[in-house]
């Protein structure tokens, strides 16, 4: 599971720097990418993104922590 998580982690990290670097007309996952590997790239984001959504709070320690509540 540790490596779904990193895996997951660092397609989010992507994801969000791509969202970041649109606003100044940027957009790293179209660099040399074919349209079906594309949109592999976007599909795999949002996959992290949603297992991360759903998986956080039993990964994170902070989260878990219950003094923290």
Same mark, same amino acid.
């Given at each position: 599971?540790?490596? !779904?998580?990193?895996?997951?982690?660092?397609?989010? !990290?992507?994801?969000?720097?791509?969202?970041?670097?649109?606003?100044?007309?940027?957009? !790293?996952?179209?660099?040399?990418?074919?349209?079906?590997?594309?949109?592999?790239?976007?599909?795999?984001?949002?996959?992290?993104?949603?297992?991360?959504?759903?998986?956080?709070?039993?990964?994170?320690?902070?989260?878990?922590?219950?003094?923290?509540?």
């Amino acid at each position: 599971m540790k490596t !779904i998580h990193m895996v997951a982690w660092v397609l989010l !990290i992507v994801g969000g720097l791509n969202w970041g670097l649109h606003v100044f007309g940027y957009d !790293i996952a179209t660099w040399g990418l074919p349209a079906g590997l594309l949109d592999t790239v976007y599909v795999l984001v949002g996959l992290s993104a949603l297992w991360l959504a759903f998986t956080h709070k039993h990964d994170c320690k902070t989260c878990s922590s219950s003094s923290n509540m």
